[in-house]
């Protein structure tokens, strides 16, 4: 969906608290009063200049604003305000995002951290379907003994990767792969660790899905065949045999329906001593398993 045209810069002047109420009311019934508050706070500050904080200390002060109606009418069509702004925080750190890049979420910190925490003597990491590189750049800053590699099939992910590891300053090797098809290929190994945030969402799942996400991030990284849901994570795991050192762990960000399916797959494909997590929400979304 193209988003809308930007080219002509009107002012609004009110004070903050105005602006900030004027924009939360416009997302209220998109989003739900909480939510439609915190991505109003996201997007005046950016907009402004203005740290959140001082927004809420000095509700009354007078502020001026460039392209508000613009910016406005994205975030109220359901663009998301990280498409927006241009950024959003994952693991403390600023990553570039935009569209045709998968927006990190919160339980792909989880897993990440998950990883930190539990493989701090690994030396081979691969992350599989990058986007961002916000798994592989935050691995790398986190254990820089440690070589990192990662792979997306997607050039224009592979480009914010690229910028986002720059601008972090995380050395990790950036290569184009398929998943499904040439990962064993492009990345022979052996690693360690392999990590995957992959397609997940059944197809028959999109018509419920938010249309925030529906109808701006890249389907291609979210929706899997109905009768199909696991064939990524079957691919990886099959590729892993080859490409994971003895002992070696898989770890998955999953669907939070799959965690019976996955423990069942992984222990087709020669993997032990499966593992599902859940996140803070307490839902099952994250595996790791053990190569046999």
């Known amino acids: 969906m193209p988003a809308p045209d930007t080219r002509t810069a009107p002012q609004t002047t009110a004070t903050r608290r105005e602006i900030l109420g004027r924009l939360t009311a416009l997302l209220t ?23 959140e904080s001082a927004l809420l200390t000095d509700p009354g002060a007078p502020l001026v604003l460039e392209r508000f109606g613009q910016i406005a009418a994205q975030l109220a069509a359901g663009r998301p305000v990280q498409y927006v702004v241009g950024h959003t ?11 045709g890049v998968l927006i990190p979420r919160p339980e792909t910190e989880e897993l990440t951290a998950w ?35 990662a792979a997306d099939i ?24 398929d998943a499904l098809h ?42 899997v065949p109905d009768d199909d849901p696991l064939r990524f994570y079957r691919a990886i795991a099959r590729a892993g045999r080859r490409m994971l050192r003895p002992a070696g762990r898989l770890y998955f960000e ?3 329906h799959a965690a019976d399916a996955m423990r069942r797959m992984l222990g087709e494909e020669g993997y032990a001593d499966t593992e599902v997590r859940c996140d803070i929400n307490e839902k099952p979304r994250m595996v790791c398993s053990r190569l046999k």
């Open 154 to 177: 997607s050039a224009a992910a592979l480009e914010v990767a690229a910028e986002n590891c720059r601008t972090l300053g995380a050395r990790v090797d950036l290569r184009r792969a």
């Open 182 to 223: 040439d990962l064993g290929e492009i990345f022979p190994g052996p690693f360690d660790v392999i990590v995957s945030n992959p397609p997940y969402v059944p197809q028959g799942d999109r018509a419920s899905m938010h249309v925030n996400v529906r109808e701006y991030e890249p389907g291609q990284a979210l929706f």
């Open 254 to 256: 999953i669907y939070e």
């Open 29 to 51: 019934g998109l989003y739900g009063d909480r939510e439609a508050r915190s991505i109003a706070l996201v997007a005046v500050s950016e907009l402004s200049g203005i740290p």
């Open 89 to 99: 925080e994952f693991c403390g750190r600023r990553f570039a995002v935009r569209e």
């Open 115 to 149: 990883i930190v925490r539990d493989e701090q003597a690994a030396r081979t990491l691969l992350d599989v379907g990058t986007g961002s590189g916000c798994i592989a750049a935050s691995l790398a800053l986190a254990l820089p003994k440690a070589r990192v590699s």
